[in-house]
């Protein structure tokens, strides 16, 4: 007589289950949904006037090579590059086209015959066309890079590492696929990075653990962390007289607002630190609902203030190690910038009321805020439900 029963892909497997692949199917139905209210109109092929496209080609030969390492940029490469690229992508796939590679310090690098590059093709409204090479084209190294990531996670992770990776994908996917194009397209800024956020908790813990009781107070607690990680930083913004406007690098963005893409500015900032939150709100939520778990699975007849308490007393180890990480991450992103000032010998009332100390302050904080108040957060919610289990 078989005994299918105790199989993986037996019936018991199926109802253990059953509520995250219900929860993983409506997940999945709701990214498609989203993709098909966002997918932009096909083109009918018609190009009129002039424009460009990018394309990939391998270098064939170099005619001609100035370049040369300039001891004053630090050994970065000046000069330029006569070349011959055959182009492998696009309507100009087979041809051999002459192709010009400048470089700079801080732009472009040096190729060699059969480097591949990524060329930037010009097409002009008499038929004619010619190309640059735009960049040295780092997509089968990245794949490596990639690949080596890969690897080492799924090795030493395991089961555990695939379905990380598994999250992290979709985690990609829900940021480019849904979060950006709302965005683009003018849909409110906060609330909707708040709910793409919420999205990725939900899909990734289920896919982590399940849907069980751990799981959700993780889920539960990670909501919460990160709600209070925009209501400081909102809180944060307004008393500082900051916003989304004074980000670096935003000018492309108020650009595109001007010629009429209706993206909403003045919240990215708080945005930027919901969206930077989120991992390590995710991460003490998920150590503490684990750890309160054992704990009570160890001891069953510890009440809920006991449980609480346990909670706060594992957390508070993470607060010294979690609040460094994100505000040595913030400080990290700006680490050319810091040295560049620091260089200038400013005064201090000359640098700490700029709107960059400001915004960097106030990202670091108020991520460091939801992540803290989540230990308390989630300590409450695991003690109330691991207590509530029949």
């Given at each position: 007589?078989?005994?299918?029963?105790?199989?993986?892909?037996?019936?018991?497997?199926?109802?253990?289950?059953?509520?995250?692949?219900?929860?993983?199917?409506?997940?999945?139905?709701?990214?498609?949904?989203?993709?098909?209210?966002?997918?932009?109109?096909?083109?009918?092929?018609?190009?009129?006037?002039?424009?460009?496209?990018?394309?990939?080609?391998?270098?064939?030969?170099?005619?001609?090579?100035?370049?040369?390492?300039?001891?004053?940029?630090?050994?970065?490469?000046?000069?330029?590059?006569?070349?011959?690229?055959?182009?492998?992508?696009?309507?100009?796939?087979?041809?051999?086209?002459?192709?010009?590679?400048?470089?700079?310090?801080?732009?472009?690098?040096?190729?060699?015959?059969?480097?591949?590059?990524?060329?930037?093709?010009?097409?002009?409204?008499?038929?004619?066309?010619?190309?640059?090479?735009?960049?040295?084209?780092?997509?089968?190294?990245?794949?490596?890079?990639?690949?080596?990531?890969?690897?080492?996670?799924?090795?030493?992770?395991?089961?555990?590492?695939?379905?990380?990776?598994?999250?992290?994908?979709?985690?990609?996917?829900?940021?480019?696929?849904?979060?950006?194009?709302?965005?683009?397209?003018?849909?409110?800024?906060?609330?909707?990075?708040?709910?793409?956020?919420?999205?990725?908790?939900?899909?990734?813990?289920?896919?982590?653990?399940?849907?069980?009781?751990?799981?959700?107070?993780?889920?539960?607690?990670?909501?919460?962390?990160?709600?209070?990680?925009?209501?400081?930083?909102?809180?944060?913004?307004?008393?500082?007289?900051?916003?989304?406007?004074?980000?670096?690098?935003?000018?492309?963005?108020?650009?595109?607002?001007?010629?009429?893409?209706?993206?909403?500015?003045?919240?990215?900032?708080?945005?930027?630190?919901?969206?930077s939150a989120l991992g390590a709100v995710m991460d003490v939520a998920m150590s503490i609902?684990?750890?309160?778990?054992?704990?009570?699975?160890?001891?069953?007849?510890?009440?809920?203030?006991?449980?609480?308490?346990?909670?706060?007393?594992?957390?508070?180890?993470?607060?010294?190690?979690?609040?460094?990480?994100?505000?040595?991450?913030?400080?990290?992103?700006?680490?050319?910038?810091?040295?560049?000032?620091?260089?200038?010998?400013?005064?201090?009332?000359?640098?700490?009321?700029?709107?960059?100390?400001?915004?960097?302050?106030?990202?670091?904080?108020?991520?460091?805020?939801?992540?803290?108040?989540?230990?308390?957060?989630?300590?409450?919610?695991?003690?109330?439900?691991?207590?509530?289990?029949?």
């Open positions: 007589m078989k005994n299918s029963v105790s199989s993986p892909g037996g019936i018991p497997w199926l109802r253990r289950n059953l509520w995250s692949l219900l929860v993983l199917l409506l997940a999945a139905l709701l990214f498609l949904g989203f993709r098909l209210l966002l997918r932009e109109e096909a083109a009918d092929g018609s190009r009129p006037g002039d424009y460009v496209e990018y394309e990939r080609g391998a270098v064939a030969s170099i005619l001609q090579d100035s370049t040369f390492s300039d001891p004053d940029s630090d050994g970065g490469f000046r000069g330029e590059q006569m070349l011959l690229v055959d182009v492998k992508t696009g309507q100009y796939k087979g041809e051999q086209l002459l192709v010009y590679n400048y470089v700079g310090p801080l732009s472009g690098v040096p190729v060699r015959e059969g480097d591949s590059v990524s060329l930037i093709i010009s097409t002009y409204s008499d038929g004619s066309h010619r190309a640059n090479v735009f960049e040295y084209d780092r997509i089968p190294a990245l794949l490596i890079v990639l690949g080596l990531f890969f690897g080492v996670t799924v090795l030493v992770g395991r089961k555990t590492g695939a379905k990380s990776l598994l999250a992290l994908v979709i985690t990609v996917a829900a940021l480019f696929y849904i979060l950006f194009p709302l965005l683009i397209r003018g849909a409110p800024t906060l609330p909707t990075v708040f709910l793409v956020c919420v999205y990725i908790t939900i899909v990734s813990f289920t896919i982590l653990g399940g849907l069980q009781r751990k799981t959700l107070c993780a889920m539960l607690g990670t909501v919460a962390g990160t709600a209070f990680a925009m209501l400081f930083g909102l809180l944060a913004q307004s008393l500082c007289r900051v916003s989304g406007l004074r980000v670096a690098d935003v000018e492309p963005l108020l650009q595109l607002r001007q010629t009429g893409t209706p993206i909403g500015l003045q919240g990215l900032l708080v945005a930027g630190i919901i969206v609902s684990s750890a309160l778990e054992e704990v009570h699975a160890a001891d069953p007849e510890r009440g809920v203030r006991e449980l609480f308490r346990s909670g706060m007393n594992i957390g508070r180890d993470m607060v010294g190690t979690m609040t460094n990480t994100l505000i040595l991450a913030f400080l990290g992103a700006g680490f050319t910038l810091i040295i560049y000032l620091y260089s200038l010998g400013l005064q201090p009332f000359q640098l700490y009321p700029s709107a960059y100390v400001a915004i960097e302050l106030i990202s670091g904080v108020a991520s460091s805020v939801g992540m803290i108040l989540a230990i308390p957060l989630t300590a409450i919610i695991s003690a109330l439900l691991l207590k509530g289990r029949k």
